[in-house]
């Protein structure tokens, strides 16, 4: 099975901050990998699929990059609304969610 | 629009089952896959299983398989799932979410809580 490893666990920022949340796939996934946000009592929002592609109405402070094994999820300014915690999502075989990171407030 | 409507929560005695529906609307039911995926508290998601309502076929995690059983019912666009011989380990919030290849799990269901106690 392919697992995932977030990092770091918590994240404390401020608004405006940029922010940076790292998934590790442990083999090879090319770039079958997707983000999510997820609000205390909500269903997780997709936010990029393809390592990098942004879903339709995603705000563009979102980004995805990476190939292989390495992925990175960044916030370019960190807005009120993205204080949440993120999931990555390996799709490549089956599908394995990573351990999440919560973003708080500083 | 898309919506995923699940069924509401479940209060199982330890060694129950429980069967939880996904009702869809949308979109064509049998052009995506289903995917259940649980959320115990506090804890990260954890996918369970997918199935094809085209083909009716199936795919579970290991960790569960012989205790879950997932269908369809293309006449109304519905995903069941099933989960047998509960434990107080199976406490968690269920979804349903869709997908297909290049997209996975777009769009969610609101969640469904179970709970195990006696």
């Known amino acids: 099975d392919i697992q995932m490893t977030q990092s770091p666990s918590t994240l404390s920022a401020s608004i405006g901050d940029r922010v940076t949340i790292t998934c590790r796939a442990s083999q090879s996934i090319s770039d079958w990998l997707a983000w999510y946000q997820q609000k205390p009592g909500k269903a997780p929002k997709f936010l990029i699929y393809r390592a990098s592609t942004l879903e339709s109405g995603v705000p563009s402070r979102f980004s995805g990059s990476g190939s292989g094994t390495e992925f990175t999820l960044t916030i370019s300014s960190l807005q009120p609304d993205d204080f949440a915690t993120y999931y990555c999502l390996q799709y490549k075989t089956y599908w394995t969610f990573g351990q999440g990171t919560k973003v708080e407030i500083k | 629009q898309v919506q995923l409507w699940q069924s509401g929560p479940e209060l199982q005695k330890p060694g129950a089952s429980v069967n939880i529906s996904c009702r869809t609307s949308g979109y064509t039911f049998n052009t995506y896959g289903i995917s259940w995926i649980r959320q115990a508290p506090g804890q990260a998601l954890e996918w369970m299983g997918w199935i094809s309502p085209f083909t009716g076929k199936t795919e579970y995690a290991h960790s569960l398989q012989g205790r879950l059983s997932m269908t369809t019912e293309t006449s109304t666009s519905t995903a069941y799932m099933e989960l047998r011989s509960l434990t107080s380990d199976d406490t968690a919030i269920y979804y349903c979410?869709?997908?297909?290849?290049?997209?996975?799990?777009?769009?969610w269901g609101q969640g469904t809580l179970v709970t195990v106690s006696s």
């Open positions: 979410a869709r997908e297909r290849g290049v997209v996975p799990f777009d769009h």
